[in-house]
């Protein structure tokens, strides 16, 4: 089978298309998802009066008053923020049920707080860590769908100029 030249036009748009469903399901800058998120965390604590912070004058196995319609109030925001504006939304939902299960462990007393704390903190890091990566990956396919753009404008010019050209009668 004979190898077929692909035009300039039909490779910038397929470049295109990859490069759109590759990004699709994070169509939002993390930072501005992040900011929101925070904000929506901070509606949360006004709503139930539970602050993460508080959680310093309890026991080990001890939830505060309020605290898991508080953790409810923070998921939602998760999903609607974080989890919408992610390449890699099943990592905030694993973090989630983890921490569903640890606040449960804590409740039942197999799991003390400041493992629950700890715990976060690491699917915290995995977090960071893995939104760098899609960071990362968002600039390369960025960089090669601007190459792409260049390099078929660079070609569908000459053919632009020539259909310019008057044509003689």
Not at 69 to 76: A, F, G, N
């Given at each position: 089978m004979r190898a077929r030249?692909?035009?300039?036009?039909?490779?910038?748009?397929?470049?295109?298309?990859?490069?759109t469903a590759a990004c699709g399901s994070g169509s939002r800058d993390i930072g501005a998802a992040r900011a929101d998120f925070r904000d929506h965390?901070?509606?949360c604590t006004a709503q139930y009066g539970y602050s993460p912070e508080a959680g310093a004058a309890l026991g080990s196995f001890e939830l505060?008053?309020?605290?898991r319609?508080?953790?409810?109030?923070?998921?939602?925001g998760i999903e609607?923020?974080?989890v919408s504006s992610s390449l890699t939304p099943e990592i905030y939902r694993k973090a989630i049920a983890e921490d569903r299960a640890l606040t449960d462990?804590?409740?039942?007393?197999?799991?003390?707080?400041?493992?629950r704390a700890e715990r976060v903190r690491q699917l915290l890091a995995d977090i960071d860590r893995t939104e760098?990566?899609?960071?990362?990956?968002?600039?390369?396919?960025?960089?090669?769908?601007?190459?792409?753009?260049?390099?078929?404008?660079r070609q569908l010019d000459p053919m632009r100029r020539s259909l310019m050209v008057p044509l003689a009668r």
């Open positions: 030249n692909i035009s300039p036009a039909v490779f910038g748009f397929a470049a295109g298309a990859l490069f965390a901070a509606q505060g008053a309020s605290e319609p508080w953790r409810e109030c923070v998921y939602r609607q923020y974080l462990g804590v409740d039942a007393g197999r799991t003390t707080r400041t493992q760098e990566a899609n960071r990362a990956k968002i600039e390369q396919m960025q960089a090669v769908d601007r190459l792409v753009k260049e390099e078929t404008a």
